[in-house]
């Protein structure tokens, strides 16, 4: 993880535990099937999935993700492995979730923020690498309180 990722992962779960109502946070620990959407060099828009593998203690979350290489990573990977940390908390009846995503090839990061909806047990938001984005889905997902 960069340096600046660390220090505003960092800063995220300072912010997260000083909330008001942080520790009320439901625990989103589980293995869940997600993607992301990005555009390749032809502008073509291409949707990558994944799984997540999330470990929550309080208001910091953790753990891997795999997804298969599309057009980026090592050509001889068949899947791409990264391990990430950040925080959840509530946020206005929902769950706000951030994390950066560091990938074990070569220690890029990617920051996710999203947002919990109950009726539909998705994480939905935005990756971002600098000024590169695109949307995220984490399906499936079911708190326990």
Known sequence: ??????????????????????????????????????????????TGGFTIHIRQAGQHISGTIDEPRSD????????????????????????EVVFVKTYRYDNHTVLYDGNYDAQSGQIA?????????GPFTIRGVRPRP
């Open 125 to 133: 938001g935005t990756w971002r690498i600098g000024d590169y984005k």
């Open 72 to 95: 980026f990573g090592p050509k001889d990977a068949a899947t791409l492995q990264s391990d990430f940390s950040g925080a959840v908390w509530p946020a206005g009846g929902s769950l």
């Open 1 to 46: 993880m960069t340096r600046a990722s660390t220090l505003f992962t960092t800063l995220l779960m300072l912010a997260a535990l000083l909330l008001p109502g942080a520790a009320a946070a439901a625990d989103i620990s589980g293995t869940y099937r997600g993607d992301f959407k990005y555009y390749d060099a032809k502008r073509q828009e291409v």
